[in-house]
């Protein structure tokens, strides 16, 4: 194997020294985003427990948390709602003007209901052209995901008043049924177009990035939670900091093998330095007579 020249050796440890830096700013990240989600989730804890009777049953809940929704305590106004983060559970649960938005509602309503142990999901409603023109819940009650929508603070029924599934929404005598008694709820509202993540806002959508995944894993949107990355801030935090963490990770590995075998040069290992710290600090002196 030709020798390592002085060059490359330099441009190693600065690309060594650089990751390094990188992989333990990433930690600090993941840190501190673990601790807010952890304070956000202790938050909503203790928010669902004062308005969900924990003995309740799934239906009992979503009644509970729409009912909070509809007449609960006094909320104030927020000065400049445009200032105010969408994604922010203390946002979305503590100011009036948020409550009567379908996206910030129904965040408001996932949050509640995740943290009572109800789970949940975001659905968005489709215009022909993809764009969203309503945001409503799911909720899995005996295996079935029923439609709860909180801007109206409503689950929807039909008839005979049993709880209906999206699927069943697309009968336009179900969707009739269900919506006619429910004041200003507009008949466009319907769901014969939906998706739970809406890919159009990403600049990959225009090259087809929902039919890829769709012909490559057909069922992604149904199988993965994206409701709670997409609509709380501290959580999608942990999840990209954690994503960059790993990252840096593989690549000082893979650096570190490329040191090893391919450059032969040597470099700083900090496992090794660290076990042998602990070894020093622990171990007993050595005491001469």
Same mark, same amino acid.
């Given at each position: ?17 650089t990751v390094n830096v990188l992989l333990i700013a990433s !930690? ?23 308005? +969900? ?12 948390? @729409? ?39 129904? /965040?408001?309503?996932? /949050? ?42 409503? +689950? ?14 697309? /009968? ?24 739970? +993540?809406? !890919?159009?806002? @990403?600049? !990959?959508?225009? @090259? ?20 709670? @990355? ?9 999840? +990209? ?31 090794? /330095? ?16």
């Amino acid at each position: 194997m030709p020798a390592v020249t002085p060059r490359q050796a330099a441009v190693f440890r600065v690309l060594w020294r650089t990751v390094n830096v990188l992989l333990i700013a990433s !930690l600090l990240f993941v840190g501190y985003s673990a601790t807010w989600e952890y304070s956000v989730r202790r938050y909503l804890k203790g928010f669902s427990d004062a308005i +969900v009777p924990s003995s309740a049953t799934p239906e009992e809940k979503i009644d509970s948390i @729409l009912t909070w929704i509809r007449s609960g305590a006094p909320r104030p106004l927020a000065p400049n709602v445009d200032e105010l983060s969408e994604r922010d559970p203390e946002n979305t649960l503590n100011y009036s003007q948020l409550l009567t938005i379908c996206g910030t509602a129904t /965040n408001a309503f996932l /949050n509640l209901s995740r943290s009572a142990g109800v789970t949940s999901r975001r659905l968005l409603l489709l215009t022909p052209e993809r764009t969203t023109k309503h945001v409503v819940a799911e909720v899995l009650v005996d295996g079935r995901w029923i439609i709860v929508d909180p801007t109206y603070r409503i +689950v929807l029924r039909d008839a005979q008043g049993h709880t209906l599934t999206r699927k069943d929404l697309q /009968n336009p005598a179900i969707f009739t049924q269900a919506t006619s008694g429910i004041p200003g709820y507009l008949p466009s509202y319907n769901y014969q177009k939906f998706a739970h +993540v809406r !890919l159009a806002r @990403l600049p !990959l959508d225009g @090259l087809g990035l929902r039919y890829l995944l769709r012909r490559v894993y057909p069922t992604w949107e149904e199988d993965f939670d994206w409701s709670l @990355l997409l609509e709380r801030e501290s959580f999608f935090f942990f999840f +990209v900091s954690s994503l960059i963490f790993i990252f840096f990770f593989l690549v000082r590995v893979l650096l570190a093998w490329y040191a090893d075998h391919r450059l032969r040069v040597p470099r700083y290992r900090l496992r090794r /330095n660290i076990v042998r710290a602990g070894a020093t600090f622990f171990s007993p002196p050595e005491i001469k007579e």
